[in-house]
Structures are given as structure tokens and as C-alpha cells.
């Protein structure tokens, strides 16, 4: 597989330093790498990691200006893109097409190529501008996927947080992984059993 990945300048820049540690060295899975300017200030900011060790984890990285690189065509193949988090910004052209840079545009040929674009919006409240674009963008074909952290499985620590909203990402590519308990119903096995038996009685 083939998977673009984008990170721009909202805040949470973690959630896609995760997704490219999880599949770093992957023989199955190619990253594309592509940070706009605002998400390389963000590394620096709200992580301990350099700009530097984040695009190390892909497999190719591009600058973000070079809208002659190969992932601006369709003829390109590639199997999705994620942008991970996505800015309202980012948001925003992609929504109304406006292509001004290779992040953008390689997400727009995604959406054209009729292959699976993953948007994680980072914002919060959210005006009706913010919502006009994601159903936009839905329309349009996008996944948009909020990286609002789950509870049910008792998460203990801020990566427990991190690694779920990660693992949903991934399952959308059916990108096999173990970073979140999978849901097995409010009852445990025994007290699905005996609920089973009630109900047969």
C-alpha cells in the first residue's frame, strides 16, 4: 500500500509523528511525507522530536512548495492520503479545490482519483464555516475523521489516547494493527453468557 501522509499546523502534530512511527519499516505499507510550514513549527513547539526524525520515519518526503513532485499527478498512483491533523486552513482549499500548494493538491488528486482521503480536523468550537467545508469535503468523498479521543477502554495515559484515535485511521486502510482493544460489548464473556441463557429461558 501506498499511503500519503499530510501533517499541517494544527495543533496535535503527535497524531501524525504516531501514525509514521507505527508504520516505519513496514514492508507493507509506503509513507509519503509532506509538512507544511505551520506543522514543522508545531513539531518543535508541542513535541520533542526535530523536524529532522519526523520525515526520517517516511519512506520519501517532498517540500511542501513543489508542486511539480510526482504525488501533484494522477498518474501517480497511490492507495489514499491521510492529513493528520488537518488545520481549518488546509481544510478550507481543500473544500473549495483552491490547489496553491503539493499538500493540497495531492489531496485534491486523491479525492479525484476516487481513492480514500482521511481528514482529521483539529478545532474546537467549530463555527458553521468549519462545518460548511467538512460537508463540503464529504460530499465530495472525504473521511472526516475528528480526533476525539475515546473512554471505554479505561485509557490510563495520553498515548492510550493517541493510540486509539490512530488505530481508527489505520482500520479505515485495513491496515492491520494492535493499538486499540477492540469492542466486545458492555457485558464481559460471563455475563454474555448468562444473559444469553436468560434470554433462551
Given amino acids: 500500500m501506498l499511503l500519503i501522509v499530510g501533517i499541517t499546523g494544527a495543533s496535535g502534530v503527535i497524531l501524525g509523528i504516531r501514525l509514521l512511527e507505527v508504520l516505519s519499516g513496514r514492508k507493507d505499507v509506503e509513507t509519503h511525507l509532506i509538512i507544511s510550514e505551520a506543522g514543522k513549527k508545531n513539531i ?9 526524525q519526523v520525515e526520517a ?12 513532485a510526482k504525488l501533484a499527478s494522477g498518474s501517480f498512483k497511490r492507495n489514499g492520503m491521510v492529513i493528520i491533523p488537518c488545520s481549518m486552513k488546509t481544510l478550507s482549499a481543500l473544500a473549495n479545490s483552491y490547489d496553491d500548494n503539493l499538500l493540497v493538491r495531492a489531496a485534491d488528486v486523491t479525492i479525484k482519483e476516487m481513492k480514500r482521503l482521511v481528514v482529521l480536523p483539529r478545532e474546537t468550537p467549530l463555527h458553521l464555516g468549519h462545518l460548511r ?8 468523498g472525504a473521511v472526516i475523521l475528528p480526533p476525539i479521543p475515546a473512554f471505554y477502554h479505561k485509557p490510563r495515559t495520553i498515548q492510550e489516547l493517541i493510540d486509539h484515535i490512530v488505530g481508527k485511521v489505520l482500520d479505515i486502510f485495513d491496515i492491520e494493527h494492535n493499538l ?11 455475563e454474555a453468557l448468562k444473559q444469553s441463557r436468560t434470554t433462551n429461558d
Fill in 44 to 52: 518543535k513547539y508541542e513535541t520533542d522530536f526535530t523536524v529532522e
Fill in 57 to 68: 520515519m517516511a519512506d520519501y518526503c517532498y517540500d511542501i512548495r513543489d508542486i511539480g
Fill in 133 to 140: 467545508n467538512m460537508r463540503m469535503l464529504a460530499e465530495m
Fill in 180 to 190: 486499540l482493544p477492540r469492542w466486545s460489548g458492555i457485558y464481559s464473556e460471563e
